[in-house]
């Protein structure tokens, strides 16, 4: 059988759309993470992963969002952030996401990046990293996040200018997507 090659962005699911304020302004870290609350949670009630993020100017502007689509495009890169990074990369036309003329772009996401993401992060021009649950939220559930640290972060704002900031709204909303996927029996 003859092999097709993916396209380079994925796709969003067909529930996506609806829960995404594309034309509004999201003010603030707090509105900016309840969207990425909101897609993980229902990621989970849709049959994927507790994962989602944003791309989104300084301003608040959303550029791209991505769900943990792993298991539905049989793809083990489709991470939230990744599936992010790539739908902000070909909506900007550029794999350059620190592009001249572009403004500073954030990602937002429901979960410290993983291994995978932070090494997407570091070649994506992305300016700084809003991140929720901890590692550790991801990992009691049975993925495996690889070995991000403190120091990896720190490595990155050295080399890349990236900023990252843990533990944005880590309530109650960031640990249900979690708690809602241990309970659904789903194995990644």
């Known amino acids: 059988m003859p092999l097709s090659l993916p396209p380079s962005a994925v796709s969003y699911p067909d ?3 609806e829960l995404v304020p594309w034309t509004e302004i999201l003010k603030d870290s707090g509105a900016r993470m309840a969207l990425v609350h909101k897609l993980a949670l ?14 989104c100017t300084a301003s608040g502007q959303v550029v791209s969002v991505g769900t943990n689509r792993v298991v539905p495009n049989a793809d083990s890169t489709a991470h939230a952030e990744i599936v992010a990074i790539r739908n902000a990369q070909q909506e900007c036309a550029t794999h350059d996401l620190s592009a001249r003329g572009l403004p500073a772009l954030e990602l937002y996401a429901s979960c410290s990046p993983c291994i995978q993401c932070f090494g997407a992060v570091w070649w994506s021009g992305i300016k700084a990293v809003y991140a929720s649950a901890a590692k550790e939220d991801a990992e009691s559930v049975g993925f495996d996040e690889g070995p991000v640290s403190p120091e990896l972060w720190a490595e990155m704002k050295r080399h890349r200018g990236v900023t990252y900031v843990p533990n944005v709204s880590c309530g109650e909303e960031a640990h ?3 708690k809602l996927f241990a309970k659904s029996g789903v194995m990644y």
Do not use: D, T
């Open 15 to 17: 529930w996506l759309s």
């Open 42 to 55: 229902a990621n989970v009630e849709h049959g994927g992963g507790p994962f989602a993020a944003l791309v």
């Open 176 to 178: 249900l997507p979690f």
